[in-house]
């Protein structure tokens, strides 16, 4: 067990869920916390996906059991099992860390993410403000409501499948069924709407903090902050509030393909990636392939040895595939992102359109080609057609052809030329909210100012 330093403002808990685009979010909050003056320890997962303490040598790391050690935590499959059984076996262990470490009288609040709700059950018990903390958007979390009110009413599944394509009551009015994050055409399980349910209660936690921006998600904001009745802080872009970069990356990032990209013209390379944790068949991978070859462009492709089911990399890859392509493209396991797409050099990104990836393209005004696979990715994909105007989708059976047309429309066409003028323009409007007097800027401020008035409630008592 590591030594706490002794705090400056007061100290923080973070716990962080272990995957990426959850644990990324939660400590670039940790370090923008770190720097307004708190002291910042992570209570993470021991067994799955543990951060590296090296790699935030200004934390304090306290690993608690998770009970998975020699269980397979890689299958999107099981999710829900790891979820439920990490709820349920991290409670005394979390309580134990606290007490053993003489922390209670020391925390200001712990702060955990949403999927960890047993954190508040935890936090009640040692009589400590929890704060809920979620890596998305409000509009995702209303998505969840609007699946359970239909449930409750009797509604699902829906009897036709051409009701798919009609939009969502109480939703914004684009939201169709089929961008829903569970699919609403098969009956939904008890298990899974107890899921939603444990998911969407914030429960006692005395504020909500969102990785999500004003401008891009104030109906929704406004919406969630009447229903809940507690401050709501959105803080997003989150990574560009912290004052410097951090290392948050679960896998080692391959940062020769920043040299390969200083070898290109401006906005002449396609960047694609499909994340953490999308996984795709074989007859998909060579439909990919053959769409980025045979579309003439430049390429930098994250392919991730767990990417592609079956194979331990890039064996899958069609016949001559390699050979076509050797000049004109680069293939990696894992890519320094936010550097690739504030690279110059970079002029689409091929996307899964996780909401971190989503900002992180924004935030760069990069135009999207999006490729959703399941959770809040199809609502993203919509916005950023239909409502932000930055993005195309690819169809749910991806081909060659449509691959291939894609990225012309986006590298070469008017189009996209049109799309990267609107997604630099969303881009100037995001800068100002993380700059002084911009909204997410006064909302980190306000959090500061709130987490420092729970400190000393505590200390009052």
């Given at each position: 067990?590591?030594?706490?330093?002794?705090?400056?403002?007061?100290?923080?808990?973070?716990?962080?869920?272990?995957?990426?685009?959850?644990?990324?979010?939660?400590?670039?909050?940790?370090?923008?916390?770190?720097?307004?003056?708190?002291?910042?320890?992570?209570?993470?997962?021991?067994?799955?996906?543990?951060?590296?303490?090296?790699?935030?040598?200004?934390?304090?790391?306290?690993?608690?059991?998770?009970?998975?050690?020699?269980?397979?935590?890689?299958?999107?499959?099981?999710?829900?099992?790891?979820?439920?059984?990490?709820?349920?076996?991290?409670?005394?262990?979390?309580?134990?860390?606290?007490?053993?470490?003489?922390?209670?009288?020391?925390?200001?609040?712990?702060?955990?993410?949403?999927?960890?709700?047993?954190?508040?059950?935890?936090?009640?018990?040692?009589?400590?403000?929890?704060?809920?903390?979620r890596a998305t958007t409000a509009l995702y979390m209303q998505s969840y409501y609007a699946v359970l009110a239909l449930e409750e009413k009797k509604m699902l599944p829906l009897p036709a499948e051409s009701q798919l394509q009609e939009p969502v009551p109480e939703l914004h009015s684009i939201l169709r069924y089929?961008?829903?994050?569970?699919?609403?055409?098969?009956?939904?399980?008890?298990?899974?709407?107890?899921?939603?349910?444990?998911?969407?209660?914030?429960?006692?936690?005395?504020?909500?903090?969102?990785?999500?921006?004003?401008?891009?998600?104030?109906?929704?904001?406004?919406?969630?902050?009447?229903?809940?009745?507690?401050?709501?802080?959105?803080?997003?872009?989150?990574?560009?509030?912290?004052?410097?970069?951090?290392?948050?990356?679960?896998?080692?990032?391959?940062?020769?393909?920043?040299?390969?990209?200083?070898?290109?013209?401006?906005?002449?390379?396609?960047?694609?990636?499909?994340?953490?944790?999308?996984?795709?068949?074989?007859?998909?991978?060579?439909?990919?392939?053959?769409?980025?070859?045979n579309s003439g462009q430049r390429f930098l492709w994250v392919v991730r040895p767990s990417s592609v089911n079956g194979s331990d990399w890039i064996e899958c890859l069609p016949d001559g595939f390699a050979e076509l392509t050797r000049e004109r493209g680069l293939i990696v396991k894992w890519a320094p992102q936010?550097?690739?797409?504030?690279?110059?050099?970079?002029?689409?990104?091929?996307?899964?359109?996780?909401?971190?990836?989503t900002l992180e393209s924004i935030c760069e005004g990069v135009p999207m080609i999006c490729r959703p696979c399941f959770g809040d990715q199809m609502m993203n994909a919509r916005f950023l057609v239909h409502v932000w105007k930055m993005g195309i989708e690819l169809g749910k059976v991806v081909e060659r052809e449509?691959?291939?047309?894609?990225?012309?429309?986006?590298?070469?066409?008017?189009?996209?030329?049109?799309?990267?003028?609107?997604?630099?323009?969303?881009?100037?409007?995001?800068?100002?909210?993380?700059?002084?007097?911009?909204?997410?800027?006064?909302?980190?401020?306000?959090?500061?100012?709130?987490?420092?008035?729970?400190?000393?409630?505590?200390?009052?008592?």
């Open positions: 067990m590591e030594t706490l330093e002794t705090p400056k403002a007061g100290v923080v808990v973070l716990v962080p869920f272990p995957l990426q685009g959850h644990l990324t979010p939660m400590l670039q909050l940790g370090t923008i916390l770190h720097s307004r003056g708190f002291s910042i320890v992570i209570a993470h997962t021991q067994h799955f996906n543990p951060p590296n303490p090296t790699n935030h040598p200004e934390f304090t790391f306290f690993p608690i059991s998770d009970g998975l050690s020699g269980r397979d935590t890689s299958s999107t499959g099981n999710f829900l099992e790891i979820i439920s059984a990490i709820n349920t076996n991290c409670i005394q262990p979390l309580v134990k860390c606290i007490m053993m470490n003489k922390l209670q009288g020391q925390i200001g609040c712990i702060i955990y993410d949403s999927l960890m709700y047993f954190v508040d059950d935890v936090a009640h018990q040692l009589k400590l403000p929890s704060i809920f903390f089929q961008d829903l994050p569970i699919s609403v055409s098969s009956k939904i399980s008890k298990t899974l709407i107890e899921f939603i349910k444990n998911f969407s209660n914030i429960r006692s936690s005395v504020a909500v903090i969102w990785n999500s921006v004003e401008m891009l998600d104030h109906s929704a904001l406004q919406q969630l902050q009447h229903q809940y009745q507690v401050p709501c802080f959105p803080l997003g872009p989150i990574h560009k509030l912290s004052p410097s970069p951090s290392q948050t990356s679960l896998l080692p990032e391959d940062t020769t393909c920043i040299t390969w990209l200083d070898k290109h013209a401006p906005k002449s390379v396609l960047y694609v990636s499909l994340g953490s944790l999308a996984t795709m068949g074989d007859k998909e991978l060579v439909e990919t392939a053959w769409g980025i070859a936010k550097r690739v797409l504030a690279h110059w050099a970079v002029g689409g990104f091929l996307s899964h359109c996780g909401w971190n990836s449509s691959v291939e047309k894609a990225i012309r429309m986006v590298m070469v066409d008017e189009l996209g030329n049109e799309m990267r003028h609107t997604a630099v323009e969303m881009k100037g409007k995001l800068e100002l909210s993380v700059r002084k007097d911009g909204s997410s800027y006064r909302s980190l401020d306000e959090l500061v100012e709130f987490i420092i008035s729970l400190i000393h409630t505590q200390k009052m008592n």
